[in-house]
Nanobody, 123 residues
Framework: QVQLVESGGGLVQAGGSLRLSCAAS????????MAWFRQGPGKEREFVAA???????IYSDTLKGRFTISRDNAKDTSYLEMNSLKPEDTAVYYC?????????????????WGQGTQVTVSS
């Protein structure tokens, strides 16, 4: 079992930046792919980015270039750096984890989820 706790969300003006954190506990962090998804108002949950233990990462095509995923294996924490934020980035951002090393893009591939953190971008 893996427990995930997100933090770092909040209210930011358009063009600003935020860094989200996801602290993991319960199992060996290095054994898991870490990912971020988001769910905007009235929308389905969508993939943002994922990274495995060795640093191989993959991004949503629409977000690549503005968002950066990383992880600190010594701290059992993954991060999502978000820059040049837009009002359409407003969403609840979820951290997710799956065992193994293969990065995946769909929600059904991830077994563990955090409670989510709200990000609101004002225009």
């Amino acid at each position: 079992q893996v427990q995930l706790v997100e933090s770092g969300g909040g209210l930011v003006q358009a063009g600003g930046s935020l860094r989200l954190s996801c602290a993991a506990s319960g199992r060996t962090f290095r054994s898991y792919v870490m990912a971020w998804f988001r769910q905007g108002p009235g929308k389905e949950r969508e993939f943002v980015a994922a990274i495995n233990y060795s640093g191989t990462s993959i991004y949503s095509d629409t977000l690549k270039g503005r968002f950066t995923i990383s992880r600190d294996n010594a701290k059992d924490t993954s991060y999502l750096e978000m820059n040049s934020l837009k009002p359409e980035d407003t969403a609840v951002y979820y951290c997710a984890a799956r065992p193994g090393t293969t990065v995946k893009l769909t929600t059904d591939e991830y077994s563990y989820w955090g409670q989510g953190t709200q990000v609101t971008v004002s225009s």
